[in-house]
């Protein structure tokens, strides 16, 4: 959803709360859409603090899923955000986006409150996701859930420091 704060620009000492509907169904993130299993409304508080800056704080909710690194499956993973932002429009959108915090979520005077909730995900996003810590996940060889399955391929079995280490390998082989 995009949210003016043209209008609050101009009042002084403004400041309005707001509960914003999350529109995605699914986010894209690391290369995959992951579907919304859970959301809740962002709650929003928007204050003119004169200047032409304008602050943003605020909490949200979103649960994705995540396919497990080793065995696939997908884990519902917890994204619990809270926000607080400060946009100055003193400056240019140029120079906006040079500032170490890029606030692509800005586009003019609207706030996109999607690309918001989205910034913030991508950086709370996890390198490794575990349905469990002892996960076995799946046979190299016949591509059973081996947490579910056994099989009588060959293959020693890893203990989970090594199984730890095989995440690692496989990570380098995707890039
Ligand atoms: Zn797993
Ligand atoms: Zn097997």
Same mark, same amino acid.
């Given at each position: 959803m995009?949210?003016s704060?043209?209008e609050?620009?101009?009042i002084?000492?403004?400041s309005? =709360?707001?509960e914003?509907?999350?529109?995605?169904?699914?986010?894209?993130v690391?290369?995959?859409?992951?579907?919304?299993?859970? #959301?809740?409304p &962002? #709650?929003?508080?928007i204050?003119n603090?004169g200047n032409?800056?304008v /602050?943003?704080?605020?909490?949200?909710?979103?649960k994705l899923?995540?396919?497990?690194?080793r065995?696939?499956?997908?884990?519902? &993973?917890? +994204?619990?955000?809270e926000?607080?932002?400060e946009?100055?429009?003193q #400056?240019?959108e140029a120079e906006?986006?040079?500032?170490?915090?890029e606030?692509?979520?800005?586009?003019?005077?609207?706030?996109?409150v999607e690309?918001?909730?989205?910034?913030?995900?991508?950086l709370?996003?996890?390198?490794?996701?575990?349905? /469990?810590e002892?996960?076995k996940?799946?046979?190299?060889v016949?591509?059973?859930?081996?947490?579910r399955?056994?099989?009588?391929?060959?293959?020693t &079995?890893?203990?989970?420091?090594m199984?730890?280490? =095989?995440?690692? +390998?496989?990570?380098?082989?995707? &890039?």
């Amino acid at each position: 959803m995009i949210i003016s704060l043209a209008e609050i620009m101009q009042i002084p000492n403004a400041s309005e =709360q707001m509960e914003i509907p999350v529109e995605a169904e699914k986010i894209h993130v690391a290369g995959m859409d992951h579907k919304v299993m859970e #959301k809740e409304p &962002v #709650k929003l508080t928007i204050t003119n603090l004169g200047n032409r800056k304008v /602050r943003l704080t605020g909490t949200g909710l979103i649960k994705l899923a995540i396919p497990c690194s080793r065995c696939l499956d997908d884990v519902t &993973v917890a +994204f619990p955000m809270e926000f607080d932002e400060e946009v100055d429009f003193q #400056k240019t959108e140029a120079e906006r986006m040079e500032d170490l915090d890029e606030q692509v979520y800005i586009d003019g005077t609207n706030l996109d409150v999607e690309r918001l909730i989205y910034d913030e995900i991508l950086l709370d996003f996890p390198l490794q996701t575990l349905c /469990r810590e002892d996960c076995k996940g799946i046979c190299k060889v016949c591509g059973v859930n081996l947490n579910r399955e056994t099989c009588s391929c060959d293959q020693t &079995v890893m203990d989970p420091r090594m199984a730890a280490f =095989q995440d690692i +390998f496989d990570q380098f082989k995707e &890039v």
